[in-house]
């Protein structure tokens, strides 16, 4: 299996004009296939304009998503479109890749998770991994990335469903209570990111700025609501955003450390706090 230098020659001019010809084609806007392609928005951003040359393991990741050949992005060779996806995973393997690494983080931690283990459950080698992302650390921000986006896209999807900011409240609070499989692991990675937040490393960084994304949507939703008059009038927002959202962190630490049967009565008596915290204090009477 190649490796990530098996990529011969370095980006060129070109090479943008060609990525920006794969977005075009994907028919996607640039942020979401940033997001197909488990890269910083800022940093595809930055590659397309000519401030930043792509690495090659992320012009792997692109050549993977549009189907072309990587040689052809680099310029070092024809261009050539597989007609089937050469994985046979959906998503291709960098998705599976990355949705592998999240499992495990969440089952083993983040610290426990080594290459080979990836490797292992892709039923692949640890080359093939590095071609797509060259060092440990890389894929683990990566797998973090994509897992913050998931969560941003499911509950841009539920807010987008609700009829007021009422609503919309109910729809976070149902969202962050782990009552399905998905839902915990998600936790479990949250929570495994806390430490990394505390030692302020790049990934733990990278979760405190999407952790003020979260709160700052909830703040959101506070200001709407107080506008519609569902919500009481004088709330601070921000005070708001911050007491509900500690609330949750708190009650679903506690939900994850029950197991069995009784997980399900913990997720029922959060969610239930959750709504008389919300009723008794944001809610208009």
Do not use: N
């Not at 997001?35 to 930055?46: E, N, T």
């Not at 080698?125 to 897992?147: D, K, M, N, Q, T």
């Not at 927002?237 to 630490?253: M, S």
């Amino acid at each position: 299996m190649e490796t990530d230098d098996a990529l011969d020659g370095a980006p060129t001019a070109d090479t943008a004009a060609r990525v920006r010809g794969v977005i075009s084609a994907a028919g996607v806007s640039q942020r979401e296939f940033a997001r197909r392609v488990v890269m910083d928005p800022s940093k595809l951003s930055r590659s397309l304009s000519g401030t930043r040359r792509f690495t090659a393991a992320e012009l792997a990741r692109i050549a993977d998503e549009g189907r072309v050949d990587a040689g052809w992005l680099l310029g070092t060779r024809p261009r050539e479109k597989a007609t089937e996806p050469s994985t046979g995973v959906e998503g291709g393997r960098p998705l599976q890749i990355v949705r592998e690494t999240v499992r495990l983080i969440a089952e083993h931690g983040f610290h426990a998770v080594r290459v080979a283990d990836i490797a292992r459950a892709c039923a692949t080698s640890s080359a093939a991994i590095h071609y797509h992302f060259p060092g440990r650390a890389e894929l683990l921000e990566a797998a973090v990335r994509w897992c913050m986006d998931e969560d941003t896209a499911r509950r841009a999807a539920r807010l987008a469903e609700a009829d007021d900011a009422a609503a919309e409240l109910r729809q976070l609070i149902a969202l962050q209570t782990p009552r399905t499989a998905q839902q915990r692991r998600q936790w479990a990675v949250w929570l495994d990111l806390w430490a990394e937040a505390a030692r302020s490393t790049a990934v733990g960084r990278l979760h405190s700025e999407y952790y003020r994304q979260w709160r700052e949507t909830v703040a959101d939703v506070v200001r709407r609501g107080a506008g519609q008059g569902v919500f009481r009038a004088g709330l601070d927002p921000q005070a708001a955003a911050l007491t509900l959202t500690a609330l949750i962190d708190g009650l679903a630490t506690h939900v994850l450390s029950v197991g069995g049967p009784s997980s399900a009565a913990a997720a029922d008596a959060m969610h239930a706090a959750l709504t008389a915290h919300v009723t008794d204090t944001i809610l208009a009477p």
